[in-house]
């Protein structure tokens, strides 16, 4: 059964940059899918889309970010990363990985997640 | 940006039936998602393309849409319901995600 595991520092220093990384068990991150992405919440508020990687190497993210976003993927190690730079206080959130399922476009829908890991950013 | 736009509550009472809305310009161009949240926990998808339910959703979760709006339905509502609801589609040329701002479904 195919799981997803966020992990990463829990606190950032305002101005740095927020590094996570999603470990998928279970199965081969190569032949699970062709995408990955990367969700977050901050405490008290909705979903936010961040982005998501193709395996051909295509990014999709979401143009509030997209300055900020890099997420790639490193089949040897089975993991995907998020990173996220310059960030402040608006970027604390929990943050989780995900698996997308594509239908018409390349965005899709979410249908495995991770459990999300809490990253807060303060000085 | 696009935005997705939903109602912040909606209350009903035990058996009674939800309607939650999510409003959106490019939803006739894209397909709609919606996940329930409970406390502490990650989204489940509950209706994807639409309308369509993933297996272990009960039936009484159900997806429509028309033109610009898009409505999640939960027929015979339970306790267990009480969750936050959000919708998720695309913006018009499908190249990032959008989720709506989340509705909280009480039941009385």
């Known amino acids: 059964q195919l799981q997803l595991q966020e992990s990463g520092p829990g606190l950032v220093k305002p101005s740095e940059t927020l590094s996570l990384t999603c470990t998928v068990s279970g199965g081969s991150i190569s032949s699970s899918s062709f995408y990955w992405g990367w969700i977050r919440q901050p405490p008290g508020k909705g979903l936010e889309w961040i982005g998501s990687f193709y395996y051909s190497g295509s990014t999709y993210y979401n143009p509030s970010l997209k300055s900020r976003v890099t997420i790639s993927v490193d089949t040897s190690k089975n993991q995907f990363s998020l990173k996220l730079s310059s960030v402040t206080a608006a970027d604390t959130a929990v943050y989780y990985c995900?698996?997308?399922?594509?239908?018409?476009?390349?965005?899709?829908?979410?249908?495995?997640w991770g459990r999300g890991t809490l990253v807060t950013v303060s000085s | 940006s696009y935005e997705l736009t939903q109602p912040p509550s909606v209350s009903v009472s035990p058996g009674q039936t939800a309607r939650i809305t999510c409003s959106g310009d490019?939803?006739?161009?894209?397909?709609a998602y919606w996940y329930q949240q409970k406390p502490g926990q990650a989204p489940v998808l509950v209706i994807y393309k639409d309308s369509e339910r993933p297996s272990g959703i009960p039936e009484r979760f159900s997806g429509s849409s028309s033109g610009t709006t898009v409505t999640l339905t939960i027929s015979g509502v339970q306790a267990e319901d009480e969750a936050d609801y959000y919708c998720q589609s695309a913006d018009s040329s499908g190249t990032y995600g959008v989720f709506g701002g989340g509705t909280k479904l009480t039941v009385l």
């Open positions: 995900a698996r997308p399922v594509t239908v018409t476009t390349a965005v899709g829908y979410f249908d495995l």
């Open positions: 490019a939803l006739p161009k894209q397909y």
